[in-house]
């Protein structure tokens, strides 16, 4: 299915795109350069597990995916192959393709710890902190494998390029003793005798906002300079980091945005 992009697709056939985003394909060829990524940023803003969207543009793609990317947070899986008349973008959801590197690996599992501790504080704020306990507990696992990681395989191999105490790797390391801080006192406050649910709802809070602001840093600071030294090692090297860093952290990393496990009772 091929669909021509005009000013009026915006409001009257917008919803025709949503409902047959499985199969379409959007042509900005003809779009003026400032208009093209809105549109595209429209056609691919809904992009669902399964769905799979083909863009073709007249310019070469890589800058403009890479923004909308980030503005649909790393959310997107592309493939760019050149075609007559300009290039075929096949754009499909992050979740739906095979991890590309330890640094999408990360971003992934940010968005699975995300979801962990957005579940246990809507259970939390409704006062059920016994449902809470169980999302809170795999929450307090990952992350704690998560930091394991940075800090003991991806760092030492990674970091090196950039040392001293302002370096993202070093400023990264500080948080994570901050977050695993915060942490500690949510388990505390879960393991009192009476736990209670407005003081464990307000540290969970300050642990999301701590760990939302850390994860943008990570990604936007550290990650570029360590996807620049991933590309630098050895393929046998990389190969031998990546499984090691699926192994700890486990298979829960690709699929991030699935349901997460029912809640059950228990302490982290």
Not at 119 to 133: F, H, K
Request: charged share 25%; glycine share 6%; aromatic share 6%.
């Amino acid at each position: 299915m091929l669909i021509y992009w005009t000013p009026a697709f915006y409001d009257t056939r917008l919803k025709f795109l949503v409902m047959a985003r499985s199969a379409a394909t959007v042509d900005l060829r003809s779009e003026p350069a400032s208009r093209a990524q809105s549109a595209a940023f429209y056609a691919l803003k809904n992009l669902g597990r399964g769905d799979v969207v083909v863009l073709l543009t007249a310019a070469e793609p890589s800058l403009m995916m890479q923004s909308l990317d980030l503005q649909l947070r790393h959310n997107l899986a592309w493939q760019i192959s050149m075609v007559e008349q300009g290039w075929r973008v096949e754009v499909r959801h992050r979740a739906d393709a095979a991890p590309q590197d330890v640094l999408d690996l990360l971003t992934r599992d940010h968005k699975r710890l995300d979801a962990l501790l957005e579940q246990a504080m809507r259970l939390v704020n409704r006062g059920d902190i016994s449902a809470a306990a169980a999302p809170l507990r795999e929450f307090a696992a990952a992350l704690e494998r998560h930091v394991g990681v940075e800090d003991e395989i991806l760092s030492p191999a990674l970091g090196a390029l950039h040392p001293g105490g302002d370096a993202p790797s070093a400023i990264m390391q500080r948080e994570h003793n901050e977050i695993l801080g915060q942490l500690a006192v949510v388990r505390e406050c879960l393991a009192a005798e009476s736990p209670q649910a407005a003081e464990i709802g307000a540290f969970c809070a300050i642990l999301s906002g701590t760990l939302a602001k850390h994860e943008y840093r990570e990604e936007n600071n550290l990650f570029p300079q360590w996807q620049a030294a991933w590309t630098h090692k050895p393929q046998a090297e990389r190969e031998a980091m990546m499984k090691r860093v699926e192994a700890v952290l486990g298979e829960g990393v690709n699929n991030p945005l699935s349901d997460p496990p029912p809640c059950a009772g228990g302490r982290i």
